[in-house]
């Protein structure tokens, strides 16, 4: 399962780091980091860090990618389909 974080569409509500610790408080800049996360370009060619989510933590990842209010994080399975 991999995760693709736009962190530029984030509002800074944290609602992620809630759910998942692989998200940070960044005070700093009113945002969450997507911790190990590397930037690359996402699917609708907008600059997005990605990481690949550890099969215990898939829950957690899918709940932090449900709990974001701006739809700043997507969620795709092992084939590439879009679960969040």
């Not at 996360?37 to 699917?43: H, K, L, R, S």
């Not at 700043?72 to 590439?80: F, H, N, S, V």
């Amino acid at each position: 399962m991999r995760i693709e974080y736009d962190r530029d569409t984030c509002i800074g509500m944290f609602q992620c780091v809630d759910e998942w610790a692989a998200f940070e408080r960044n005070l700093d800049d009113g945002k969450a980091d997507l911790v190990g996360g590397e930037p690359d370009e996402g699917e609708d060619g907008e600059e997005v860090f990605v990481r690949e989510v550890p099969e215990d933590e898939e829950f957690e990842a899918e709940f932090a990618a449900r709990s974001c209010p701006v739809d700043a994080i997507r969620l795709y399975d092992d084939d590439g389909e879009q679960v969040v």
